[in-house]
């Protein structure tokens, strides 16, 4: 059974930093795109983030572009979201999930994680 497992969430103040991780046990990681994703209170799930398979192309929202960095490192089963300059409108539950193939889409992910908490005070 595929596992995606997020770390790194919590309460952080307007302008700080946190870094999310996600460890996939996928059998041959590479063979996926990675994207993060969010939920906040009261709203749908949007996409935040993507990464190619092999790490050769980004695509972010555009609320986000500029602030935060998707990574991943293949060797490990990770991937990573560094979010900089965090907002309040940024608070909502993080899910990373993965896509068989090598196009960064914002739709038809085929595993998903749990969540973590990303909450930004004011």
């Known amino acids: 059974q595929v596992q995606l497992e997020e770390t790194g969430g919590g309460l952080v103040q307007a302008g700080g930093s946190l870094r999310l991780s996600c460890t996939a046990s996928?059998?041959?990681?590479?063979?996926?795109?990675m994207g993060w994703f969010r939920q906040a209170p009261g709203k749908g799930r949007e996409f935040v983030a993507g990464?190619?398979?092999?790490?050769?192309?980004?695509r972010y929202a555009d609320a986000v572009k500029g602030r935060f960095t998707i990574a991943r490192d293949n060797a490990k089963n990770t991937v990573y979201l560094q979010m900089n300059n965090l907002k309040p409108e940024d608070t909502a539950v993080y899910y990373c999930?993965?896509?068989?193939?090598?196009?960064?889409?914002?739709?038809?992910?085929?595993?998903w994680g749990q969540g973590t908490q990303v909450t930004v005070s004011s």
């Open positions: 990464i190619s398979r092999l790490s050769g192309g980004t």
């Open positions: 996928l059998q041959t990681f590479s063979d996926y795109t």
């Open positions: 999930a993965a896509r068989r193939g090598s196009v960064v889409s914002l739709y038809d992910y085929d595993y």
